[in-house]
């Protein structure tokens, strides 16, 4: 079973960065996507960044570009692996719970579909002030 732990959020100054991580313990596919997603109160989940292990594939949502970078680490197989989220520029309107998916098979252009990933993180809270 694919268990997702994000961390590294917490309270920024707009203009500011942080760096979120999400490392999935178990199995996710050399051949699987993570995804970011956020979500601002009163509204939807919306896709934030995707990453495919094995390609190194990614897209980001239209806020995203030129602000935020998805990365991995070099982990092989089935070892545990962390995905990252460095986000630059922070802007009061990016204060939201930001989460992690996963899904073991490549993401494509409709990678910000919530329905198709199993695997979610609990979220971790980024707060961009004043």
């Known amino acids: 079973q694919v268990q997702l732990v994000e961390s590294g959020g917490g309270s920024v100054h707009t203009g500011g960065s942080l760096r979120l991580s999400c490392t999935a313990s178990?199995?996710?596919?050399?051949?699987?996507?993570l995804a970011w997603f956020r979500q601002i109160p009163g509204k939807e989940r919306e896709g934030v960044a995707m990453l495919n292990r094995d390609t190194a594939d990614r897209y980001y949502g239209d806020f995203a570009k030129g602000r935020f970078t998805i990365s991995q680490d070099n982990a092989k197989d089935n070892a545990d692996y962390t995905v990252y989220l460095q986000m630059n520029r922070l802007l009061l309107e990016d204060t939201a719970v930001y989460y992690c998916?996963?899904?073991?098979?490549?993401?494509?252009?409709?990678?910000?579909?919530?329905?198709?990933?199993?695997?979610w993180g609990q979220g971790t809270q980024v707060t961009v002030s004043s």
């Open positions: 178990g199995f996710v596919s050399t051949y699987g996507c």
């Open positions: 998916a996963a899904k073991d098979a490549h993401c494509g252009a409709h990678w910000s579909t919530l329905t198709q990933f199993p695997y």
